[in-house]
């Protein structure tokens, strides 16, 4: 079955930098995958998602790159802000069937 | 989250003992999705339903069930609850496949 990889598991950034997210994904048939966000106390929320025809996609301070070949695809938050502190979860899935989802990422915005 | 609710938001409970935790979604969404969130682990799907009486296993369902009897509301039992099920519970919505999921708030679960 599918294997999601994610890293780092923990990343700190100052206020204003960029922060990146990678995930690894193990099934060259999966086709979706999104980016969710979570909160202290909540459930994760969506940000973002890409398919895999398309390499790249951005919304405002977000965007995710995808690389089919080498089964991987990135998170990338420009101007860092502390309401950005959170633990970021990647899917992986195959037609949005049952997503997989990697470890999370625990982002600290330092001010 | 706006159109899914958790209940209850926290349980404690005794080994051995029965616990249903429930789901309740006012979306109309056909699909609906019952994780476990474990330092680590990230998401595991325990059970999904894609209709009404419609259900499958996930990766870890081993210990629980479920029933889906109305499209609104997805129950999730631990037939005989265990200190390796204390964990957080995540619902979870979608109108389709390849659709995005919209998770609740989560029901945290101690099993003492």
């Known amino acids: 079955g599918e294997n999601v990889e994610q890293h780092p598991s923990t990343l700190s950034v100052q206020e204003g930098d960029s922060a990146v997210i990678k995930c690894t994904y193990s099934d060259s048939a999966s086709n979706y995958f999104p980016w969710y966000k979570q909160e202290l106390g909540k459930g994760p929320q969506l940000i973002i998602d890409?398919?895999?025809?398309?390499g790249e996609k951005k919304d405002q301070r977000i965007a995710v790159t995808l690389n089919k070949t080498a089964k991987h695809f990135s998170l990338h938050i420009t101007e860092t802000q502390p309401e950005d502190s959170a633990v970021y979860f990647c899917?992986?899935?195959?037609?949005?069937?049952?997503?997989?989802f990697g470890p999370g990422t625990r982002l600290s915005v330092l001010p | 989250d706006a159109g899914i609710t958790q209940s209850p938001r926290h349980k404690v409970t005794e080994t051995g003992t029965p616990v249903t935790l429930r789901c309740h979604q006012t979306?109309?969404?056909?699909?609906m999705y019952w994780y476990r969130q474990d330092p680590g682990h990230g998401l595991r799907l325990i059970h999904y339903s894609y209709g009404v009486k419609d259900t499958d296993k996930g990766e870890v369902s081993d210990g629980y069930s479920v029933s889906r009897s109305k499209t609104e509301d997805f129950l999730l039992t631990l037939e005989s609850a265990t200190s390796s099920q204390t964990s957080v519970y995540f619902c979870?919505?979608?109108?389709?496949?390849?659709?995005?999921?919209?998770f609740g708030s989560g029901t945290r679960l101690t099993v003492v």
């Open positions: 899917a992986a899935s195959i037609y949005g069937q049952n997503f997989v």
């Open positions: 890409i398919r895999s025809n398309v």
């Open positions: 979306e109309n969404h056909r699909y």
């Open positions: 979870a919505i979608s109108p389709s496949t390849g659709s995005g999921y919209t």
